[in-house]
């Protein structure tokens, strides 16, 4: 019987163009743009079919959590690999390599991006299953979507002769980087694909083509894995030793060098939700033209795409427009330049913006929390934790907490005293108190914070206690 292909599926990226909806905190990956799951758990659902093992899911530390509560969602069982930095897509893939080589030898691995949308899921496991015998061949594949228009957003790959014996694979004549529009409308005419990003390889095959192209990107990353260490759910990748490998991505690399490089040209609808424009291509329309997420009118207004999951949003008078509502910030553009909204999120940076990093809904290991007022010495929360989530035994030096509790039952400890409070009941820490809050029971536990003091800001908490390892 034949191995299953382990599912590798790489989380990291900010997702800039998709402001301000994407931040760094919670990028796009996590957010539900297009239905009721985010593209990471699309993903995932993806691969959890029988022919693939448990998913290895590569992210960063800031949102290992995020990871988790998703995963747990789709009650999915998942290997957690920690970065302790950026280093690019290359080191990413290797890390996962050794660590699927480390669970089967023989391992096959199916690298995907968590940020992709694929709408024939039959159609991608067809062209996953021609890749599969190219991959036992010893190939390391990647896939190229036949293109449906001259992007400019995408790579290309010009896809050579056909392999014997491999049928649905081909050898790859040339990797070229984003073109410009004449470029692009060049390649498409002459049979190049886009190059999606999603790979799949022997782990074994792969690693060795990497010590021989990139020892400085192998020989860290494999010591990287050896020296991990287990953190609550997650595999923490071993900080000193990670950061000496280059930074850079796998096409460059690996791709772009190797002799073992094969393509499987596929035509799956496939995109990198890569934009607002390309969300409003993928979204359902009316005749118009218009779609939208949430709350929206439109009136004598064409071709144009309104995401307001909160605000009621009207839209007069216009064409091929982009509106952007989130409770602290809009974003309105033109939908032919919505690709260059990342340029705007750097000016954004530039001028000391925090919308550009930080949502008002905050997600934390045991819930979220989310602005809801502030002013001189107050702020206004409303809190939610999930059944069974404990936040940390802490204290603050500059404020005290007013608590209401809207739902569910909340247990409280201050200074040594454990109560319990339910819906309409209300309590108060005083400055300095030692004080815990956890969700005892089976429902979401929802309440309202109100905190007064000198200074407000998330660095005033002394930890004594936390199940989550946070210091």
Request: hydrophobic letters at 45%.
């Amino acid at each position: 019987m034949q191995a299953k292909i382990i599912p590798v599926i790489l989380c990291g990226g900010s997702g800039q163009r998709l402001w301000p909806v994407s931040r760094a905190t919670h990028p796009k990956q996590f957010h539900a743009l297009l239905g009721e799951i985010s593209p990471f758990q699309a993903t995932v659902k993806r691969v959890t079919g029988e022919i693939f093992d448990a998913p290895i899911i590569v992210t960063g530390n800031d949102h290992r959590f995020l990871v988790a509560d998703q995963l747990r969602v789709l009650d999915v069982e998942a290997t957690i690999v920690l970065e302790p930095m950026r280093r690019d897509s290359c080191a990413a893939i290797a890390a996962a390599a050794e660590v699927a080589a480390r669970r089967a030898p023989d391992a096959v691995v199916l690298i995907l991006a968590a940020d992709h949308e694929i709408v024939e899921i039959d159609q991608f496991l067809k062209h996953v299953a021609q890749g599969l015998k190219a991959a036992h061949a010893g190939r390391i594949v990647t896939f190229g979507i036949h293109p449906t228009e001259p992007a400019t957003g995408y790579g290309y790959i010009l896809p050579g002769d056909g392999l014997d014996g491999l049928d649905g694979a081909c050898a790859i004549s040339a990797f070229v980087e984003k073109p410009d529009r004449a470029t692009a409308e060049t390649y498409v005419a002459n049979g190049y694909l886009w190059n999606s990003g999603n790979f799949l390889f022997r782990a074994r095959d792969f690693l060795d083509e990497l010590g021989a192209l990139a020892p400085d990107i192998a020989a860290p990353v494999k010591a990287a894995v050896a020296d991990a260490e287990a953190d609550l759910d997650f595999l923490r990748l071993n900080e000193a030793d990670f950061a000496k490998a280059r930074a850079t991505s796998v096409d460059y690399a690996v791709m772009e060098k190797t002799a073992r490089a094969a393509v499987v040209p596929s035509s799956f609808t496939w995109s990198d939700i890569g934009s607002w424009g390309a969300v409003w291509g993928l979204a359902e329309k009316c005749e118009d033209g218009n779609a939208s997420i949430g709350r929206a009118v439109f009136h004598e207004t064409a071709n144009s795409f309104v995401h307001s999951p909160g605000s009621l949003t009207t839209v007069l008078g216009l064409e091929n427009v982009i509106v952007v509502v989130q409770r602290d910030s809009v974003l309105v553009a033109s939908r032919e330049r919505s690709e260059e909204v990342k340029a705007l999120v750097e000016r954004l940076a530039t001028d000391g913006h925090a919308e550009v990093t930080e949502h008002q809904r905050i997600y934390r290991p045991w819930g979220d929390y989310e602005r809801i007022d502030a002013g001189q010495g107050y702020q206004v929360k409303r809190i939610t934790v999930r059944a069974g989530g404990k936040l940390s035994l802490q204290s603050h030096r500059h404020r005290a907490e007013h608590w209401v509790v809207v739902s569910g039952t909340a247990k409280v400890t201050v200074d040594g005293e454990d109560f319990l409070l339910t819906a309409n009941q209300s309590t108060y820490i005083p400055l300095g108190a030692v004080h815990r809050l956890e969700n005892p029971g089976t429902e979401t536990l929802e309440l309202i914070e109100v905190q007064s003091g000198s200074y407000l800001g998330e660095d005033d908490i002394v930890r004594y206690e936390d199940i989550y390892q946070r210091s």
